[in-house]
């Protein structure tokens, strides 16, 4: 089963550090890695740059439609006409099938903010105490993640050590 998790970091360049670590797990057969994308918003900028990641994927599990959806819905969605409005409202519901609720768009609203970054990785596989260990020190808070109550503690649980 794949997991889809955002992992949110203090600084601006935090989840492209985390990408070089995640591909570093991935080749020693650690983690697979299905897709996954970044955000990261420099402290200046009015939005946040995204991208994502080819180079770990091959063609994405999740295509870029999905992370276009996901993003605009997060960054880009200005206030929009009742047209507009009702058209994402319906691919927010799609994102809802997806496990992705209205709590989790406004958290990641609230946190990625100026001055940080956020990796959105969808996962298999993992090795979880190796995992954890390749990631001491870069200190990632794990904003949302599709898995069961315990696996989700457990996991916090890792990466708060």
Do not use: C, Y
């Not at 958290?107 to 995992?131: N, Y």
């Amino acid at each position: 089963m794949s997991t889809l998790s955002v992992w949110r970091f203090d600084t601006e360049d935090g989840a492209a550090r985390a990408v070089a670590t995640l591909e570093d797990l991935a080749r020693k057969k650690l983690v697979t890695v299905w897709d996954a994308a970044t955000v990261s918003w420099p402290k200046d900028a009015k939005k946040p740059r995204t991208e994502q990641l080819h180079n770990l994927t091959g063609a994405g599990a999740l295509g870029g439609a999905f992370w276009g959806l996901l993003f605009g819905l997060l960054f880009f969605v200005p206030l929009l006409g009742a047209a507009l409005g009702a058209a994402f409202g319906a691919l927010g519901g799609t994102l809802a099938d997806a496990g992705i609720s209205d709590d989790f768009v406004k958290r990641a609203r609230d946190e990625i903010t100026p001055g940080t970054s956020a990796l959105f990785v969808l996962t298999s596989d993992v090795v979880l105490d190796k995992v954890s260990e390749a990631f001491t020190g870069q200190r990632p808070q794990l904003l949302f993640t599709n898995l069961s109550t315990d696996q989700d503690d457990a996991l916090r649980a890792a990466f708060a050590e």
